[in-house]
């Protein structure tokens, strides 16, 4: 299973930038598409997510009310989203899909078999 991760890049701070995860094809058992991101010297944390049976998204406090995830079944596609970005948000995003995770444990990294490479997102000040 391939994830494709895109659209990171460099912006100022008040911009936004769409990010895009072709996800994998529609199989027996639905995925669940997550985004993560790893900031320098941090640990990788959790971003935003759609459960794949309930629809439920569930996003980070730090991303709620600037980042949007929202999802193309037709193109196999998951997008994030981000505005108001600021240099806390400077990082490399991941997509990881599961068909296991369940929705109260969305967050957890260890519930995500397939991982994409990551793309950059710089936000200057």
């Known amino acids: 299973v391939q994830l494709q991760a895109s659209g990171g890049g460099s912006v100022q701070a008040g911009g936004s930038l769409r990010l895009s995860c072709s996800a994998p094809?529609?199989?027996?058992?639905?995925?669940?598409v997550a985004w993560f991101r790893q900031s320098p010297g941090m640990d990788r944390e959790f971003v935003a997510a759609?459960?794949?049976?309930?629809?439920?998204?569930s996003y980070a406090d730090s991303a709620k009310g600037r980042f949007a995830y929202s999802r193309d079944t037709a193109r196999n596609t998951v997008y994030l989203q981000m505005n108001s970005l600021t240099p806390e948000d400077t990082a490399v995003y991941y997509c990881?899909?599961?068909?296991?995770?369940?929705?109260?444990?969305?967050?957890?990294?260890?519930?995500?078999?397939?991982w994409g490479q990551g793309t950059q997102v710089t936000v200057s000040s």
């Open positions: 094809g529609r199989t027996r058992h639905p995925w669940t």
């Open positions: 990881a899909a599961s068909h296991s995770v369940i929705s109260s444990n969305l967050a957890a990294q260890t519930a995500y078999a397939y």
């Open positions: 759609m459960h794949r049976s309930a629809g439920r998204i």
